[in-house]
């Protein structure tokens, strides 16, 4: 099971790592799935409209809306 949390995840920040400070409504320790995984607490969220930011710890993804 941790490889597979790593895989998504690092598979995730691979294609939409950022260096961007997070968005103005960025709300820490929530609960969410990224692929197969659920993350109870552990993840951060902000948007905006045009992207979504996510991190855990250090690694933080901003994924722009389709």
């Given at each position: ?11 995730l ?9 997070p ?24 948007t ?19």
């Open positions: 099971m941790i490889f597979l949390v790593r895989h998504d995840w690092n598979r920040a691979k294609l939409y790592r950022t260096q961007e400070a968005p103005l409504n960025f709300s820490r320790m929530n609960s969410g799935s990224v692929g197969l995984v659920y993350y109870k607490g552990t993840l951060n969220v902000g905006n409209c045009q992207e979504i930011y996510l991190s855990l710890e250090k690694t933080a993804t901003t994924v722009v809306w389709v």
